[in-house]
């Protein structure tokens, strides 16, 4: 996860949130120790009770990250599982430190990893996989689902978000090297417009982009699979971690599959004991040193520097 200081931008937003069903609504999206914090930084022990770090089995080495949806249930990237079987994946939750001890921590192994059927790994189109965990795990301070954005949820440009992960901390240079402590930063949503002008024939409407213009904050490898949340009265799921152009490159924000588009499919797999969706409308507007929303043209293909957020 790359991030460096850059000017602040004021937003103004309005939002609405209607609750949809299943997982109880008044435990999803809760995180009892979460403190208030400040963007570009460790975060602190128990802030993202629903952040999973998906490890390779027999090494154990970071994979994707990813979230619990519910007591049996994690939410991922389908690119995170292309190599990736159900019996060489271990799922960790309530994990502070890659290495070291993590008190709080618990594993589970796989029993079935579920990728959408149109998953196109050369544009990141579908990018979303289930995976079902090997036992169902026991919700506590340190170990919550995550609420998921609901059919129908939009996300004004500008709205804060917040993602979460061990990835990279830099692109290219010498420090290249994982993190060991969870980290956290916070970006805003990108109008589709903008995106849509950079991303070109890649950008669908199952993409959700979020990342200062400017660069210099946002995702890097390892980061894939992990949630983008919004605070509305609870914690809410918006997007998962799909791709970058350098991690964080100045014009191109990152790419997340917007959850919304895929709560139906979901449901369709889990069945029973459904994640708590919840319906987020936000509007708004940017004051002095709004992001700006020009149009780009392009001289040259920008496929070969977008890449995949798997380790």
Sequence with gaps: MCFHS???????YTAFVSFKTSVPINLCGRAPLNPKIVGGQ????????????????????????GSLI?????????????ELTASTTVIYLGRQWQIGTNSHQISRTVTQIIIHPKYHPDTFDNDIALVQLSSSVTFNDYIRPVCLAAAGSTFAAGTESWITGWGKLNFGGEDTTLPNTL????????????????????FTDNILCAGPIEGGKGLCQGDGGGPLVINGSQWI???????????????????????SRYQH???????SDLPGFVEFKSSGFRSSNSLPLFSISLTFSIFPLIFSLFC
């Design 265 to 271: 499919w979901i449901s369709s797999h889990i069945k």
């Design 237 to 259: 799921q918006s997007g998962i971690t799909s791709f970058s152009v350098q991690c964080t490159a100045p014009k191109y924000p990152g790419g997340y599959t917007r959850v």
């Design 70 to 82: 519910n007591k049996d249930w994690v939410l991922s990237a389908a690119q995170c599982f292309q």
């Design 183 to 202: 980290q956290e930063v916070k970006i805003p949503v990108i109008s589709n417009s903008y995106c849509k002008s950079v991303y070109e024939s890649i």
């Design 6 to 12: 850059f000017p602040f931008y004021i937003v103004l």
């Design 42 to 65: 460790n975060a602190v022990r128990g802030s993202w009770p629903w952040q999973a770090s998906i490890n390779y089995v027999p090494n154990g080495g970071l994979v994707c990250g």
